[in-house]
């Protein structure tokens, strides 16, 4: 599957997903909210003050808490997983459940319907509970809730039919004498309702059984991140409603039960059924906090800057599937290569999910993860975001090496002509005006000789030549100035050694034995002590001394001069300083640090260091 085919395919999921009216339009779901607080406070209070029940405000709470939970978990299916399909479910839940309250109702056929609403509530369960979290049965399941529907057309139906007075079937929905009648009696013959109902209790026995193995294996054969998802739903399912349903629903009939077992189990069933519109609230709220956390536990560790290997398992870990892979595009054709380096193909098939991670419209990289985590939209936006920082983070930390290296060969490049240009001017002066000054100063010298007749000619010559020596002299300093030959023969130490001796002002010289560097190496480190000793000269005033140190550590080669001189404004000599600026880029284009100190009254020092091979 090309980039192209992932993202088109990614799209039209994100579109089915966005294309939410109740979503789409914030008023609907603030009327939602307002409608199920007042058919949830309206029908708690219909309950409660209710004269035919056995036990009108306790069953009231119930209600009240069940409706409250359905409509509390629609908004938030609907706010935080717009599209799918169990956020409607949920919203005929609470309308289901919201319903049930009209059982408090003295009038005949509103008595009926909220009796009626209780058959609606147990499949609406049981679907929601089946489909969670990605709004779809498979076909065990949707089996088993096919024999739910039977069973209530063949148990129920009649007994709604056949029975001049009914009750909801909730452990405290119990009615008495003064029971409103059946609206829905079609005949008043309740001995063809009883054989039905005593009939299917076995076949309650089988059903609720087989709905409890169902969830049972769901989640023994569930992925880590499709059981997290399942747990907050399928615990009270699990562990409360359905057995309570079997014990209270169908056992009963057949065993006689002692008042404290038949409590508890009334109890039980009603905790269960208030405690499962929560789960699918619950469940929602901790994808979202998993998400947080996730997020910290891979933000936490990208510092460490990891391999693409790495980076798989930070976010199989963050995503508790150790399954996840990446595939990153390596061409315009649509070619992928795994987080291996193996070439692949990422779909979404056999219980995988490719999400791509985009960065401004370009596919940079696909996750294929366990299908079960598309049902936490958070996780998995988290998970791409924190894959797009890292490549980010590579990306800009591969663009910042290469600029440094960039820049350094810049500045090697710039000191490396430099210094052959400075070797260049020594050979030509050596070569072309030192020759020709020391060819003039011998014909001179044989002028002066032919002259000695002449003693104000011999003594112009004389004078001449004099001026001729002095010239010739301050040309060969020149010359050793550019590359003395004494850093050429015996090294920086020696080099520098030499400078202080014959230096003003006066300055002491403090250095190891040291050997041998490169060439480059020892011109820096000589040129940019020579450039400090000028700035004592300029700077540093009358009486002033200095101190040249050399020594080698850790693998680098540090100097220092520092004077005790007038000292000068530091920040000022950056930003002016020529010399300040190329004794930077010599010591910079070697990867090395230099650094000034000074200020007014209080001397100055210039530090420097140079990392040397081993």
């Not at 536990?297 to 980076?311: D, H, T, W, Y």
Request: net charge negative; aromatic share 6%.
């Amino acid at each position: 599957m090309t980039a192209s085919a992932i993202v088109a395919e990614h799209e039209a999921i994100q579109a089915v997903r966005a294309d939410s009216p109740i979503l789409a339009r914030r008023n609907t779901v603030a009327a939602i909210a307002i409608a199920g607080l007042l058919a949830a406070v309206g029908g708690g209070l219909l309950l409660a003050t209710s004269d035919h029940l056995v036990d009108p405000t306790t069953y009231g709470l119930q209600v009240v808490a069940m409706t409250v939970g359905a409509v509390a978990a629609t908004l938030y299916w609907f706010v935080r997983r717009p599209g799918n399909r169990l956020g409607f479910a949920l919203l005929a839940l609470a309308v289901a459940t919201a319903v049930i309250s009209l059982q408090g109702a003295t009038q005949p056929l509103l008595h009926s319907i909220g009796v009626s609403a209780d058959s609606a509530v147990f499949l609406l369960v049981y679907y929601v509970v089946f489909a969670f979290p990605d709004g779809r049965l498979g076909r065990l399941e949707t089996v088993i809730l096919g024999a739910w529907v039977l069973y209530f057309f063949a148990a129920v139906v009649p007994w709604l039919l056949f029975t001049p007075v009914i009750s909801g079937g909730a452990p405290l929905a119990g009615c008495n004498a003064a029971c409103p009648t059946n609206a829905l009696l079609i005949a008043d013959r309740p001995s063809i309702a009883e054989p039905f109902g005593a009939d299917m209790s076995w076949g309650t026995i089988a059903i609720a059984s087989a709905t409890l193995a169902c969830l049972l294996y769901r989640l023994a054969t569930a992925t880590r991140p499709r059981r997290r998802a399942l747990l907050p739903v399928y615990i009270p399912a699990v562990m409360l409603t359905v057995p309570a349903l079997i014990f209270h629903g169908a056992v009963v009939r057949h065993l006689h039960l002692s008042p404290t077992t038949l409590s508890l189990t009334k109890w039980s069933l009603t905790f269960g059924w208030i405690a499962l519109p929560y789960g699918f609230l619950l469940a929602a709220m901790l994808a979202t906090l998993f998400a947080a956390a996730a997020l910290k536990m891979i933000v936490g560790r990208l510092v460490e800057s990891p391999s693409a290997p790495q980076l798989r398992r930070i976010l199989a870990d963050a995503l508790d599937d150790q399954s996840l892979e990446l595939a990153f595009p390596v061409d315009r054709a649509g070619a992928f290569v795994s987080s291996s380096g193996g070439r692949v193909s990422p779909t979404s098939a056999d219980g995988r999910w490719a999400t791509p991670v985009e960065r401004n419209g370009e596919t940079v990289a696909v996750i294929v993860h366990d299908q079960a985590l598309e049902s936490d939209p958070e996780l998995v936006a988290t998970a791409g975001q924190a894959l797009l920082l890292a490549i980010e983070n590579g990306r800009l930390i591969t663009e910042l090496e290469s600029t440094s290296a960039e820049l350094r060969a810049s500045r090697a490049r710039a000191v490396a002509a430099g210094d052959a240009e400075r070797r260049r001017i020594e050979r030509d002066l050596h070569d072309g005006a030192q020759q020709h000054l020391v060819a003039l100063r011998i014909k001179v010298g044989l002028a002066d000789e032919l002259a000695d007749a002449d003693p104000a000619a011999a003594l112009r010559l004389a004078d001449l030549g004099t001026e001729l020596e002095e010239i010739l002299q301050e040309l060969r300093n020149l010359a050793q100035g550019l590359d003395p030959p004494v850093l050429r023969q015996f090294g920086v130490r020696e080099a520098l050694a030499s400078v202080s001796r014959r230096a003003t002002p006066p300055v002491r010289f403090e250095a190891a034995a040291l050997g041998r560097y490169s060439e480059d190496v020892e011109s820096a480190v000589y040129f940019c002590c020579l450039e400090a000793l000028q700035n004592v000269g300029k700077h540093a005033g009358a009486g002033a001394h200095a101190v040249i140190r050399l020594w080698e550590h850790s693998d680098q080669l540090s100097f220092e001069v520092r004077d005790d001189g007038a000292g000068y404004d530091a920040e000022r000599a950056r930003s002016s300083g020529q010399g300040l600026a190329n004794m930077s880029d010599r010591i910079a284009a070697l990867g090395g640090t230099l650094v000034l100190e000074s200020a007014p009254g209080h001397g100055t020092s210039v530090q420097g260091s140079i990392p040397v091979p081993t």
